[in-house]
């Protein structure tokens, strides 16, 4: 199936990357074994059950989790998985109203079209089910693209892109309610990471699937040259005294409901039966008029 929306990634590439770290995931899956955990703590202080259940991403670690924790597991009855290298996310293969949950780690900031694949997420799910979504934000691996980016204009006089764009905290709760989820709410989490020298952190990356698949990708090849002036500039400004060099990664996680008729709603203007001014032991006075000395 075509793509008619184009975007910074290239589909095919995404699907490669993620099939080819089959083999090699489970030797840098910190960071999604940190965000499963998450998810799942999130999910134990709602009480209530979730009989379909879908993964989106992980390789099966968010099922590992829940089979980790008795009474989560005891109310969570079936789990579907899918990864980016079986299934795309802008062109879901589940029927409406499909599943009570949605989890997805780490997989979202794949997607050319974030705002449709959340409808359809959204759609997927049955009325008054829950979507937990966690994915790379924008300040993650600041210090490589930056390290990369002074390199390449030291030694070609300019730079082109080399490391993934991601999204912002503040983009994520508008997204949702932009794809129709009620009581959207997004938060942040900034690990940090220290490696001995930085083709650990590349082939951490290369490891989970997470190496660059932009659609116009960098004319000009990451050379043995660039890479090692890149290495150079990232031990210089971003080396701790013990010489291990800082990786940032943002992770962003998106909470929304499928709407339902039971849920919270906002209060209508005009409908509180309290004053502010009576709550606050002031006088109230129209916005134009000035405050009296007394």
């Given at each position: 199936m075509?793509?008619?929306?184009?975007?910074?990634?290239e589909p095919r590439l995404v699907r490669q990357r993620k099939r080819r770290a089959r083999a090699s995931f489970r030797d840098a899956s910190f960071l999604h074994e940190r965000v499963c955990a998450d998810l799942a703590d999130r999910?134990?202080?709602?009480?209530?059950?979730?009989?379909r259940v879908l993964a989106l991403g992980g390789y099966g670690l968010f099922s590992e989790e829940v089979r980790a924790r008795p009474e989560l597991s005891a109310r969570v009855a079936s789990i579907f998985e899918a990864d980016l290298d079986l299934v795309d996310p802008e062109f879901l293969p589940f029927a409406p109203g499909a599943f009570d949950l949605i989890v997805s780690p780490l997989a979202l900031h794949w997607?050319?079209?974030?705002?449709?694949?959340?409808?359809?997420?959204?759609?997927a799910l049955r009325p008054d089910g829950l979507l937990l979504a966690s994915l790379f934000g924008g300040e993650t691996l600041t210090e490589?693209?930056?390290?990369?980016?002074?390199?390449?204009?030291?030694l070609l006089g300019g730079a082109g892109p080399r490391v993934s764009p991601f999204a912002d905290l503040q983009d994520i709760a508008g997204l949702l309610q932009r794809a129709g989820f009620a009581l959207p709410a997004a938060d942040?989490?900034?690990v940090a990471v220290r490696y001995a020298e930085p083709m650990r952190l590349l082939s951490?990356?290369?490891a989970m699937g997470e190496t660059s698949a932009l659609r116009e990708r960098n004319p000009t090849n990451l050379s043995r040259r660039i890479l090692a002036r890149a290495f150079e500039v990232y031990h210089t400004r971003y080396a701790d005294e013990n010489k291990r060099v800082l990786a940032t990664f943002e992770i962003l996680?998106?909470?929304g409901w499928s709407p339902h008729e039971s849920q919270q709603k906002p209060l209508r203007p005009g409908s509180a039966k309290t004053r502010l001014a009576d709550a606050l032991n002031t006088k109230?006075?129209?916005?134009g008029e000035k405050p009296s000395d007394t």
């Open positions: 075509s793509h008619p929306t184009l975007g910074p990634f999910l134990e202080v709602i009480p209530r059950p979730f009989e997607i050319n079209d974030l705002p449709g694949a959340l409808i359809q997420l959204r759609l490589l693209r930056l390290s990369l980016i002074e390199a390449e204009f030291e942040r989490d900034v951490d990356l290369r996680t998106a909470t109230e006075q129209s916005a």
